[in-house]
């Protein structure tokens, strides 16, 4: 395992030299933020995005993410054109020697939160999911992509109306059975992030929920190109998930680890935590991991808002610090035997 810790580009209020700082911290895990989704990825730009963070005694570990256009999930006749451009993107990759693509097949949304600063009894913030409270708010809302206008957003959901889940599930294979191979050929693997949160928000069909969906989108291409994002706090968020048997099961096909955690507080409702707090055993999932032998990068993933920092909510620097020095420390006691 080597430790990564994400940053947005020269946006970002974070300063490469301070993540440099972070004990453990190898490598970073960003993206080409401003290209739009479905274009290919100017090699030179990703090139100068690798110079960037080398110039600061680090490399670029993990693309997190290319996109998938709507178009591609939707079964739309102008996906093979858009598959055609993220294949180029992923060959970009590989020719640069970027190893790792984390990637998504939500349908319109990332992750979600109704709450980007619920207040904690220490005082700090943190994201937080409340399933009631979203059914009574509309496109409006906290940590919807920006991306989407209002009204474009509302044409989506209209577009999806007939999606279920089956036919998600059909259009994701189409994709698969035509990167995964590329993908091998340069050299990346591909790794899918969970859905998060892990069920259907306003009747979207979420399909990677699950071991079983996961253990399902190896066997889509049963090739050891295509893997997961294992994401302990997306994965965790479900309580009938067992996040160390999945890690078992699922075995060389986790290319990348999310670690955080988080407290489920009722039905479809819950809030983030500090790594070492909440209901997932960070310990039991890095044990097995060790276990089956998992030696790619991992990020501390959201983190609280502490100290008075301000920022872009979940993705301040001193929580995400203290969760990658306190995840280096549980491989190191690990490492070194029970």
Same mark, same amino acid.
């Given at each position: 395992?080597?430790?990564?810790?994400?940053?947005?580009? &020269? !946006?970002?209020?974070?300063?490469?030299?301070?993540?440099?700082?972070?004990?453990? #911290?190898?490598?970073?895990?960003?993206?080409?933020?401003?290209?739009?989704?479905?274009?290919?990825?100017?090699?030179?730009?990703?090139?100068?995005?690798?110079?960037?963070?080398? $110039?600061?005694?680090?490399?670029?570990?993990?693309?997190?993410?290319?996109?998938?256009?709507?178009?591609?999930?939707? %079964?739309?006749?102008?996906?093979?054109?858009?598959?055609?451009?993220?294949?180029?993107?992923?060959?970009?990759? +590989?020719?640069?020697? #970027?190893?790792?693509?984390?990637?998504?097949?939500?349908?319109?949304?990332?992750?979600?939160?109704?709450?980007?600063?619920? &207040?904690?009894?220490?005082?700090?913030?943190?994201?937080?999911?409340?399933?009631?409270?979203?059914?009574?708010?509309?496109?409006?809302?906290?940590?919807?992509?920006?991306?989407?206008?209002?009204?474009?957003?509302? +044409?989506?959901?209209?577009?999806?109306?007939?999606?279920?889940?089956?036919?998600?599930?059909?259009?994701?294979?189409?994709?698969?059975?035509?990167?995964?191979?590329?993908?091998?050929?340069?050299?990346?693997?591909?790794?899918?992030?969970?859905?998060?949160?892990?069920?259907?928000?306003?009747?979207?069909?979420?399909?990677?929920? &699950?071991?079983?969906?996961?253990?399902?989108?190896?066997?889509?291409?049963?090739?050891?190109?295509?893997? #997961?994002?294992?994401?302990?706090?997306?994965?965790? !968020?479900?309580?009938?998930?067992?996040?160390?048997?999945?890690?078992?099961?699922?075995?060389?096909?986790? /290319?990348? !680890? /999310?670690?955080?955690?988080?407290?489920?507080?009722?039905?479809?409702?819950?809030?983030?935590?500090? /790594?070492?707090?909440?209901?997932?055993?960070?310990?039991?999932?890095?044990?097995?991991?060790?276990?089956?032998?998992?030696? +790619?990068?991992?990020?501390? $993933? /959201?983190?609280?808002?502490?100290?008075?920092?301000?920022?872009?909510? %979940?993705?301040?620097?001193?929580? &995400?610090?203290?969760?990658?020095?306190?995840?280096?420390?549980?491989?190191?006691?690990?490492?070194?035997?029970?």
């Amino acid at each position: 395992m080597y430790m990564t810790f994400r940053w947005f580009g &020269r !946006a970002d209020p974070i300063p490469l030299a301070h993540i440099r700082q972070i004990p453990g #911290v190898q490598g970073v895990v960003s993206a080409l933020y401003d290209v739009p989704v479905g274009d290919t990825w100017p090699k030179s730009r990703l090139e100068q995005l690798q110079d960037d963070i080398a $110039d600061a005694g680090l490399r670029l570990a993990v693309v997190e993410s290319i996109p998938v256009h709507e178009d591609i999930k939707l %079964g739309r006749p102008t996906r093979d054109r858009l598959i055609a451009n993220y294949c180029e993107s992923v060959r970009a990759m +590989g020719e640069l020697g #970027v190893r790792v693509l984390c990637y998504n097949f939500m349908p319109v949304f990332d992750w979600m939160r109704t709450d980007l600063a619920m &207040r904690l009894p220490d005082g700090s913030t943190a994201l937080a999911y409340d399933d009631a409270a979203l059914t009574r708010m509309d496109v409006d809302l906290p940590g919807w992509a920006t991306s989407y206008t209002a009204g474009e957003l509302r +044409g989506l959901l209209a577009a999806y109306g007939d999606m279920d889940a089956e036919r998600l599930w059909d259009h994701f294979a189409y994709f698969l059975e035509r990167v995964v191979p590329v993908a091998e050929q340069a050299g990346v693997r591909m790794a899918i992030h969970p859905d998060d949160p892990p069920w259907s928000i306003f009747g979207l069909p979420r399909i990677i929920c &699950r071991g079983a969906d996961l253990e399902r989108l190896v066997k889509l291409v049963d090739r050891p190109a295509n893997g #997961v994002t294992f994401c302990t706090g997306s994965l965790g !968020a479900l309580p009938e998930n067992d996040l160390p048997a999945m890690v078992r099961r699922l075995g060389s096909r986790i /290319h990348f !680890a /999310h670690c955080r955690n988080v407290r489920v507080t009722g039905e479809r409702k819950f809030h983030e935590t500090p /790594h070492p707090s909440g209901d997932v055993s960070l310990a039991d999932v890095l044990r097995a991991f060790r276990d089956t032998g998992f030696a +790619g990068p991992m990020r501390p $993933d /959201h983190g609280r808002m502490i100290w008075g920092e301000q920022g872009r909510a %979940g993705y301040g620097l001193y929580d &995400r610090a203290l969760g990658a020095t306190y995840l280096e420390g549980l491989w190191e006691g690990l490492a070194g035997g029970e």
